[in-house]
């Protein structure tokens, strides 16, 4: 199986940060990683496919990189809507997710 | 436009069984991949099952495997999840999800149904 481990469970921050997320696979998953967004009692959200590919009607302030094992979801001026939990995850083999991380205001 | 509509809250006893459903409209079934993933309390998600665009491939978790069985009705466009020997750690929001492929993300999601496993 491949393991995700995403980084950190949970930060605060202010309206405006920079935040960066990390999603490391425990082996090469090449650039197969999609990130989401939940927020409670609404339908999770894809924002990122393919490490870096923004989906059509996502903010442009997301962004993703990386490629093999090691990649970044980056927002880059946080906005009210965006306190939520993300998750990463790996469709090279079979389907896993990472932890999740909840960012907060 | 796309939506996945999933039936309603549940609650059902150890060792019960239950079936979940997912009402698609904007597309058709039989050209998608289709997931379940689920989200116990306070945890992360988990990958539960899925089928393919012709129906021929199914996968399950480990934790699912002989215990839950997806299928779907093509001519109502409905995904199905028949839950069965419900335990306690079966317990969570369930969510259907399409992908335009078993090599894809994760596009469009249900807005979750909750599975209470309780006596």
């Known amino acids: 199986d491949t393991q995700m481990t995403q980084s950190p469970s949970a930060l605060s921050a202010f309206v405006g940060d920079r935040v960066t997320i990390t999603c490391r696979a425990s082996q090469t998953i090449t650039k197969w990683l999609a990130w989401y967004q939940l927020k409670p009692g609404k339908a999770p959200k894809l924002l990122i496919y393919e490490a870096s590919m923004l989906k059509t009607g996502v903010p442009s302030r997301f962004s993703g990189s990386g490629y093999g094992t090691e990649f970044t979801l980056t927002i880059s001026s946080l906005q009210p809507d965006d306190f939520a939990t993300y998750y990463c995850q790996q469709y090279h083999n079979y389907w896993t997710f990472g932890q999740g991380t909840k960012v907060e205001i | 436009e796309v939506q996945l509509v999933q039936s309603g809250e549940a609650l059902v006893q150890p060792g019960g069984s239950l079936r979940l459903s997912c009402e698609a409209s904007?597309?058709?079934?039989?050209?998608?991949?289709m997931y379940w993933v689920r989200q116990a309390p306070g945890k992360g998600l988990e990958f539960v099952s899925c089928?393919?665009?012709?129906?021929?491939?199914?996968y399950y978790g480990e934790s699912v495997k002989g215990r839950f069985i997806i299928s779907r009705d093509d001519s109502d466009n409905i995904l199905f999840l028949q839950m069965g020997s419900l335990r306690s750690e079966d317990m969570a929001v369930y969510y259907c999800?399409?992908?335009?492929?078993?090599?894809?993300?994760?596009?469009?999601w249900g807005q979750g149904t909750l599975v209470t496993v309780s006596s």
């Open positions: 999800a399409r992908g335009e492929s078993l090599l894809s993300p994760f596009d469009f």
């Open positions: 904007g597309f058709t079934l039989r050209g998608y991949a």
């Open positions: 089928i393919n665009g012709n129906g021929g491939t199914t």
